[in-house]
């Protein structure tokens, strides 16, 4: 059992940051894969970015490349999305996932999930 407790989100200006985090507790093995999607309203979950474990690897979607940036903090068992120039087209409840061998943005192969943190861009 992986649980993850996400946190950060909030109401920015265009233009503005947000750091988003993602804190992870349970069986380390099963949370190899780390990724953060997001959701608006009345459209479907979207990868925004992610990294395994292992890799040096880090794969973000084309609209927030340049822009976002995931990390992690081993020693706090912490993933962490630095969002910055930041578009109301960015607005959307931000999830954290993790699994042990996902298909990378694929969020159906991800079988654990936090409870969202809400993003919201507007001037």
């Known amino acids: 059992q992986v649980q993850l407790v996400e946190s950060g989100g909030g109401s920015v200006r265009p233009g503005g940051s947000l750091r988003l985090s993602c804190v992870a507790s349970?069986?380390?093995?099963?949370?190899?894969?780390i990724a953060w999607f997001r959701q608006a309203p009345g459209k479907g979950r979207e990868g925004v970015a992610a990294f395994c474990t292992g890799s040096s690897s880090t794969y973000y979607v084309d609209s927030v490349k340049g822009r976002f940036t995931i990390s992690q903090d081993n020693a706090k068992n912490s993933v962490y999305l630095q969002m910055n120039s930041l578009k109301p087209e960015d607005t959307a409840m931000y999830y954290c996932a993790a699994d042990r061998s996902p298909t990378l943005f694929d969020a159906s192969t991800f079988s654990a999930w936090g409870q969202g943190t809400q993003v919201t861009v507007s001037s």
């Open positions: 349970g069986d380390t093995y099963s949370r190899n894969c």
